[in-house]
Nanobody, 123 residues
Framework: QVQLVESGGGLVQAGDSLRLSCAAS????????VGWFRQAPGKEREYVAAKTWSGGTTYYASFVKGRFTISRDSAKNTVYLQMNSLKPEDTAVYYC????????????????WGQGTQVTVSS
């Protein structure tokens, strides 16, 4: 059973940085894609970024390009989301998700989800 545990959220000011972590366990993730999604109050869940575990493919939502970076540490089975130049509109619960296949941006195609971590950006 795949387990994903997010951490690293918090309250920051606009322009600050945060690094979210997603610790994965339960499988060998070689053929997996791990992604980050977010959901703001009253809004639908939206795709943020994803990366194949092999590292060959990465894709970012247009609104985070140049500000967010997804990376993974295979030795620690952990995926990170480095978020720089945060904006109040980045406020949301951020979720880590995994699927055993190629990178897609549709959240419904991901099989495993973490519990989420709150990110709040004040103006």
């Amino acid at each position: 059973q795949v387990q994903l545990v997010e951490s690293g959220g918090g309250l920051v000011q606009a322009g600050d940085s945060l690094r979210l972590s997603c610790a994965a366990s339960g499988r060998t993730f070689t053929s997996y894609t791990v992604g980050w999604f977010r959901q703001a109050p009253g809004k639908e869940r939206e795709y943020v970024a994803a990366k194949t575990w092999s590292g060959g493919t990465t894709y970012y939502a247009s609104f985070v390009k140049g500000r967010f970076t997804i990376s993974r540490d295979s030795a620690k089975n952990t995926v990170y989301l480095q978020m720089n130049s945060l904006k109040p509109e980045d406020t949301a619960v951020y979720y880590c998700a995994a699927r055993r296949s190629s990178l897609v941006i549709q959240g419904d195609s991901y099989d495993y989800w973490g519990q989420g971590t709150q990110v709040t950006v004040s103006s």
